[in-house]
């Protein structure tokens, strides 16, 4: 076989491959891109001939690519980076860097990978992992915490899960014994964002028709645009559109079939929509507070009990006292 054949059958396997193949000169330049190439990232032969590497990868990437270039003695290198379409997108793509010396002149072979479903995947993952840390450390947190510190767990709680959740302000309303208010018992805001939690205090709840009803019926509320809200949603979006909410998300707080009030997320600066991920993260965190309410609760019961048990005790004994006294003094009556 020719020189001239096998390199017609190199060219043919470059032109079939389904990596972008690139190859670049000393002043990284492309001198050649593959059909694939051309066709990922959206450039003809023509045009992408003769351009810097720069053109199709992040300043990091080409700023490796550059170090890597005249590291002959590793015969490759592998970089991650964002490789640059003509329309401007950016796709997370792996880069394997071949050095080589041909006919006195220093040259790369770039072999280019996509790997943005890979990068998707590992971002979903490490989300996942953060967010179970979330909910451990507050599980961990309210179960060391005294019965008079779970108020302010809750507090810390919500700016955590308002950081997590890139939420404007996150809180806590609860309704009274008397199932007729509620009161904005706890509230987070991000910097800049204004407080709310001093104008709601002492809210009818039949001012909150659609909203009650929903959360009666133990729903999650997810409102991802205010201005959408129907007719129905009137009142409530009267209220939410007097502290600029632009979208909300609710998770009811429920103990024993019994519903104590909602934890929830304010987007204020913007709309946005509210992920699943994040959804289950509030319902998880309103079980772990309303947990953690109940047993403050509780607490605060078996203290006043055991408060009034004490006063009968310290009653009993000034009684004991006093009929002592009584029984001393009647002693020396008879002697006399």
């Not at 810390?156 to 997590?164: H, I």
Request: proline share 3%; net charge positive; hydrophobic share 40%.
């Amino acid at each position: 076989m020719t020189e001239s054949f096998l390199n017609k059958l190199l060219l043919y396997s470059l032109e079939v491959s389904s990596d972008c193949v690139c190859w670049v000169d000393e002043h990284t330049e492309i001198v050649y891109a593959n059909t694939t190439a051309c066709r990922k990232l959206g450039y003809s032969p023509d045009e992408i001939t003769g351009r810097k590497i720069d053109v199709i990868l992040q300043s990091a990437g080409a700023s490796q690519l550059k170090k890597l270039f005249g590291a002959a003695r590793k015969p490759r290198h592998r970089v991650e980076s964002g490789c640059v379409l003509k329309n401007g997108d950016i796709v997370a793509s792996e880069i394997t860097v071949i050095p080589r010396k041909i006919e006195n002149h220093q040259m790369a072979c770039l072999i280019i990978r996509d790997i943005s479903c890979a990068a998707r995947s590992k971002a979903v993952l490490e989300r996942r992992l953060e967010l179970e840390d979330v909910v451990a450390g507050m599980s961990s947190r309210f179960i060391k915490s005294a019965p008079d510190e779970i108020d302010g767990e809750i507090n810390r709680s919500l700016e955590q899960l308002g950081r997590f959740g890139d939420a404007d302000r996150a809180y806590i309303f609860l309704i009274r014994p008397d199932g007729l208010f509620m009161d904005n018992t706890h509230e987070w805001c991000a910097k800049g964002i204004e407080p709310q939690k001093k104008n709601l205090q002492n809210c009818w709840l039949d001012d909150f028709p659609w909203w009650m009803k929903r959360l009666k019926r133990l729903e999650t509320i997810t409102i991802n645009d205010v201005e959408k809200l129907t007719a129905a949603a009137s009142m409530e979006k009267s209220v939410f559109k007097s502290q600029d909410i632009k979208s909300l998300l609710a998770a009811p707080l429920v103990s024993g079939a019994y519903l104590h009030g909602f934890i929830g997320f304010d987007a204020v600066r913007e709309k946005r929509e509210w992920p699943d991920g994040l959804v289950k993260l509030l319902k998880i965190s309103g079980e772990i507070i309303i947990t953690a309410l109940e047993r403050k609760r509780s607490g605060i019961v078996i203290q006043n009990k055991i408060e009034d048990l004490q006063k009968v005790a310290d009653m009993a004994v000034k009684m004991k006292l006093e009929i002592f006294s009584l029984k001393s003094k009647l002693a020396k009556f008879e002697k006399k």
